[in-house]
């Protein structure tokens, strides 16, 4: 598997190195349109909080993991992160929520825009992220990654191998691990390398808990190649079909995945301390999912694997205390 890993990883890496030296093109608070001159620094501030503590509230609505995480946070930092899912949530449902492929893309490209210039105080969600950006110096290149690897899902459905999924991977998913990771802030560039392979590891994830969801909007993303490794073709996904060929290939999957985020865990001591327990519990709390998998006998077609609650907020301490510990080279 080592062998896989180095054939993609030059070439996302390339594109993270690259977006990370492009302009931060946000707008702090006070710049947003539709400020008069005239406007008190307190209602200012109220506009702000507000579009703030509804990206909050979409949040929680939309991820518990997400919002659990964010929760371990500084109070700036949780609002910004917050913010972030915001933007990401709201991306990624013009795709999923619209039928036809021009009306998806004609909703990307107006809010390639609305994110792109000063924000209007009635637009909540730009207007927090704007702030967010600005106030972090998130790179823009990584938000216009971010919206084109949402959008492949308008052009392609099926991905022949992993070193192609993982260019998926690395737009839809790694983009957002590295803007936190400039929300959080970091030590060096050396952290880059870590966020991208975590960010694979958590769409990797999302991909094997939704195999079936993901087939009913007629959609593929284990690699053809290594599917048919396994004996297995696109009818056996439509069968739902679980037998010793699909087990064997759910190992080699989930395998994959736990490396990756072993791998990434190392870079979580090139964070600042007061988010390297956010992270890490995020890393967590998704890698227990694979755990689920492994429980339900690898069936992903006839329930979705998640963790409860009670399961969820058992795992921390021993997560906190994980990354009190010095971090071996």
């Known amino acids: 598997m080592g062998t896989q890993i180095e054939t993609w990883e030059n070439a996302v890496l390339r594109r993270a190195y690259e977006a990370l030296k492009t302009p ?24 702000f909080e507000q579009a703030y503590t509804y990206c909050a509230q979409l949040t929680r609505a939309s991820s518990r993991t997400f919002y659990l995480a964010s929760c371990l946070l500084p109070e700036k930092k949780r609002r910004a992160a917050r913010a972030l899912y915001a933007f990401c949530r709201a991306t990624d449902d013009m795709i999923d929520q619209v039928a036809h492929f021009e009306d998806a893309r004609r909703l990307l490209d107006d809010w390639r825009e609305r994110v ?7 637009d909540p969600i730009p207007l927090a992220w704007a702030d967010t950006k600005a106030r ?6 990584y938000e216009a990654q971010l919206i084109d ?15 192609e999924l993982a260019d998926y991977c690395y737009g839809v998913a790694s983009t957002v691990g590295l803007m936190v990771m400039h929300i959080v802030h970091f030590q060096s560039e050396d952290a880059l390398p870590y966020a991208v392979k975590l960010g694979i590891a958590l769409q990797l994830t999302n991909i094997l808990r ?4 993901d087939w009913q909007a007629g959609r593929l993303y284990l690699p053809l190649d290594e599917l048919a490794g396994f004996g297995l073709s696109e009818d056996d996904v439509a069968g739902g079909v679980v037998d010793d060929r ?20 190392r870079g979580i001591a090139l964070l600042d301390a007061d988010g390297r327990f956010a992270i890490a519990a995020a890393a967590d709390l998704y890698r227990a999912i694979l755990a689920d998998i492994e429980t339900h006998d690898y069936d992903v077609f006839h329930r979705r694997a998640h963790l409860g609650a009670w399961g969820k907020l058992r795992r921390l301490p021993d997560v906190w205390w994980a990354t009190r510990r010095p971090v071996r080279s």
């Open 24 to 47: 931060t093109l946000g707008m702090a608070s006070g710049m947003a349109s539709g400020m008069t001159s005239g406007i008190t620094a307190t209602v200012e501030e109220r506009v």
């Open 246 to 265: 699909w087990r064997a290939l759910m190992r080699y999957q989930i395998a994959r995945a736990r490396a990756l985020y072993a791998e990434a865990e």
């Open 136 to 141: 972090y110096r998130i790179p823009h290149g």
């Open 149 to 163: 690897g949402i959008a492949r899902d308008l052009r392609q459905q099926r991905y022949a191998t992993f070193a």
């Open 210 to 213: 939704d195999v079936g969801v």
């Open 116 to 122: 792109a210039r000063p924000p209007n105080v009635y």
